[in-house]
């Protein structure tokens, strides 16, 4: 009895910091995404910077986001797209204004867009 409550407790312990090891990847990998907004990051380049593995990367965004880390990042794209083209004194033109964000191919983005945001894309920068 002695030996499993002490094996109980040594799980315990070994899963909370399990946990706080995977809430500070997961903080290091949105400030890295937020500080990267404009810029295109795979899924290698943040594993390097965060200096973990591809699998563990993905297992952690799976866990809290149920999605994978690139899904993630498109997600965070897609509303920095949003509230630029709801910006009142944007600069450019709308295909000047996508691919700043990253975003390359105008009908799959339309698509993402207006999924997330119920409108294209030129309907949010026309207004």
Known sequence: QTLIIAIAEATEIKLKKTQINRSSILKKAEDFYFSNLKSYIT????????????????YIFKDYYQMSPQKYFKNLRL?????ELQHKDKQGN???????????????????YHKRFGEFPSETFRR
């Open 94 to 112: 709308l295909s000047e204004i996508t691919q700043e964000f990253g975003f390359y191919h105008r009908g799959q983005l339309a698509r993402d």
């Open 43 to 58: 899924t290698q380049d943040l594993c390097e910077e965060l200096k973990i593995s591809q699998r563990t990367l993905e």
């Open 79 to 83: 509303h920095a797209l949003h509230k």
